[in-house]
DNA sequence: GTCCCTATACTCGGATAGCAAGTGTCCGAGTATAGGCGG
DNA sequence: CCGCCTATACTCGGACACTTGCTATCCGAGTATAGGGAC
């Protein structure tokens, strides 16, 4: 099992994007610029943002991406949700009806219970998921993120803006 | 974010195999025939719960498979990471040393934030699921399973081990 | 000097190839059994 | 009648195609801006 790679990127993006001054918006060709990764492939990840409605694009000269919402409304589950699909990971498929010991639909449980116990555990991840936030990751950044780091990378946000 | 369809497979089978008299084993195929699916292909994932030990094999006549350990000593996870794989979901691959922010390497902390907030969710997934075992898993389905289906099981079962 | 218009350059969005991993299958290596043969 | 030996049939294990979905890319649709011209 191994999520896409996306995920990663569009994270990163997002707290990013929560360092612009309002109203601007950032194209993807910079933020993939500032990644180190593949322009035209980010661009897929952020459409999928956009779709799901955490990041508003804007199109022309000027134009670029930005946080639709405040970053501490946007979790870690949003994200990961909307760039590597929402369905579950375990899906079921109710192979406990087949074979020679199968009977009537109507005599069994709703859900079987190994997929309620894989369903738990994702429940569970999703939960550790949520309760992380783009504001809450970016509040960690503050003591993780080399000051040098930070420095050079709001140097780039001031030119890349102007 | 998929998981192998042969884990549920496999989950499946081990509830069977500890239905299994003491030193018989049952073969892919007896297995494949009680679940409906694809004998050769099911054969896979066995052979990967063989590899990790949770499972053993026997070759020629009256050989086949049987749980290696007490069924209260098998986990949901153990299956889990033997027939899906073991390294986890999220790879950080540190994008955020790239770029034009970056700085040297050893001004980095040693794991990124956000992959760590992705770790912690992989954690309590893990953690549910190694809290299920196989005989929890049985424990559950004599309230779960049609009485029916089970009678009609161990009469097949009776058969095929005759 | 001010307003408007047009051309331009830049942006996103969806449609389009390439590739790796999961899915599905097959045949060869190995072994316990069953039957036959000799004592 | 008993024990041994051989041939057999059945099992797992790894090597081999195929398909799906992720990875990567490109070109067309749309828009704000900048510059020039008219008033």
Redesign the pocket.
């Known amino acids: 099992m191994?999520m896409?790679?996306?995920v990663e990127w569009a994270v990163h993006c997002c707290t990013v994007l929560a360092h612009l001054p309002a109203g601007l918006?950032l194209?993807?060709?910079?933020l993939a610029e500032f990644h180190g990764v593949?322009p035209?492939?980010l661009?897929?990840q952020?459409?999928q943002l956009?779709?799901a409605g955490i990041v508003t694009?804007?199109?022309?000269?000027?134009?670029?991406?930005r946080l639709a919402r405040s970053p501490a409304d946007v979790s870690l589950l949003d994200i990961v949700l909307a760039v590597d699909?929402a369905e579950p990971a375990f899906r079921c498929s109710e192979i406990r009806r087949r074979g020679p010991s199968q009977v009537e639909d109507r005599l069994y449980s709703p859900v079987c219970g190994i997929a309620a116990a894989m369903w738990r555990a994702e429940s569970a991840w999703r939960k550790e998921l949520s309760a992380v936030t783009v504001a809450s990751l970016i509040g960690g950044m503050a003591a993780d993120v080399p000051i040098d780091a930070v420095r050079k990378g709001a140097a780039w946000l001031q030119e890349v803006l102007r």
Chains 1, 2 share one sequence.
């Not at 194209?27 to 910079?30: D, E, G, K, L, V």
């Not at 694009?57 to 991406?65: E, K, V």
């Open positions: 191994k896409s790679e996306g918006g194209p993807a060709a910079r593949p035209t492939y661009a897929k952020l459409q956009s779709a694009s804007s199109r022309g000269r000027r134009g670029g991406y699909g």
